[in-house]
Nanobody, 121 residues
Framework: QVQLAESGGGLVQPGGSLRLSCAASGNIFSISDMGWYRQATGKERELVAVMTDGGFTNYADSVKDRFTISRDNAKNTVYLQMDTLKPEDTAVYYC???????????????WGQGTQVTVSS
């Protein structure tokens, strides 16, 4: 019913930048929160950044002042601009969207497939 397609991961040197994109499609009436989690090998999944439909943002302390989340509501797309990347940012990044379907009243969380970000020299 709802698909989230991620793009933009890859290999980058420390200090470099990457921009992740995540486009939601399907049976979408509205989206409240959109955001990003990440999971490094051997670690639990952690919240990186979230943006509400009203534009409120929240970031993990470890990425504040380096990462910027944004979204295009007309395109149901969320972005994550990652600057000054560090080796500890290496992880699989997953986007999510809290979606209300046409004809529905509740919101349901949907996930992207994940994209690998590797920061290494």
């Amino acid at each position: 019913q709802v698909q989230l397609a991620e793009s933009g991961g890859g290999l980058v040197q420390p200090g470099g930048s990457l921009r992740l994109s995540c486009a939601a499609s399907g049976n979408i009436f509205s989206i409240s929160d959109m955001g990003w989690y990440r999971q490094a090998t051997g670690k639990e999944r952690e919240l990186v950044a979230v943006m509400t439909d009203g534009g409120f943002t929240n970031y993990a302390d470890s990425v504040k002042d380096r990462f910027t989340i944004s979204r295009d509501n007309a395109k149901n797309t969320v972005y994550l601009q990652m600057d000054t990347l560090k080796p500890e940012d290496t992880a699989v990044y997953y986007c999510y969207a809290d979606v209300r379907y046409f004809g529905g009243t509740n919101y349901f969380r949907h996930w992207g497939q994940g994209t690998q970000v590797t920061v290494s020299s």
